[in-house]
């Protein structure tokens, strides 16, 4: 199957040859006309268009999804704010004291980082947000010796439930110039008609000239250039 931006240009460029031999006709022609004394006086039929509109019917055969390129996953400051608050909101305190509360922030900003990396690789969401909630809650339990397995859990639950909503999933976008379509007309038969669609294309034709230009140094220089 054709990708589109080659079936759409082979359109143009069929448009372009028609062109094309029509001025070596209208060549022959004016030829003709110039070996006959009566026609050589007839101005030379030449075909020009000036708009060619196309109404092309077609069908998706295989769409082309690309992922944005400068993904970005999460907000890191909000974030990691979330993160200190769920810590305060499990442990069901107002604040922590300046050693833990230095120590449980630059984790959560050292583990974030890591976090937005796996998740530029594509090891998946909630993998990494496991691997995030399970790296900073063990490393919270081992600082504050703490060894209460519920609050563990419940840290590293409460972790991922509140914090997956913070992460963005990748934009996809069609690159419909790489799109899979089907045009013969047998096949767009078979397809319901609620599911071909029409593109609507008008070529302008802009012509171009050989111009020569004859500089004051007896230079002489040709350029091509628009009608």
């Known amino acids: 199957m054709p990708l589109l931006k080659d079936y759409l240009g082979s359109l143009v460029s069929g448009v372009n040859q028609a062109r094309a031999m029509a001025d070596i006709e209208s060549a022959k022609i004016a030829e003709a006309y110039a070996a006959n004394s009566i026609l050589k006086n007839f101005s030379v ?22 992922e944005e390129k400068n993904y970005q996953p999460i907000d890191n400051k909000s974030f ?20 833990q509360s230095d120590l449980l922030r630059k984790r959560i900003a050292a583990d974030t980082d890591t976090l937005e990396k796996d998740l ?20 919270f339990i ?3 010796k703490n060894d209460d397995k519920e609050i563990q859990r419940k840290l590293t639950t409460q972790l991922q439930e509140s914090l997956i909503s913070k992460i963005q999933e990748p934009k996809k976008t069609i690159d419909m110039d790489n799109t899979k379509v089907l045009v013969q007309s047998h096949q767009l038969k078979e397809i319901p008609p609620e599911n071909i669609l029409r593109i609507k294309m008008t070529l ?16 002489v220089e040709t350029k091509l250039l628009p009608e």
């Open 142 to 144: 081992t600082a504050t």
């Open 80 to 99: 990691n704010s979330y993160a200190y608050n769920v810590f305060k909101d499990v442990l069901k305190v107002d604040s922590f004291d300046r050693k």
């Open 120 to 139: 530029k690789a594509k090891e998946g969401i909630q993998k990494s947000l496991n691997k995030f909630a399970t790296g900073v809650t063990r490393f």
């Open 204 to 219: 302008v034709e802009e012509g171009m000239e050989w111009h020569t230009i004859e500089r004051d140094n007896g230079e």
């Open 45 to 66: 039929p030449r075909f020009k268009a000036s708009n060619i509109e196309l109404d092309i019917p077609i069908a998706i055969d295989e769409l082309n999804e690309v």
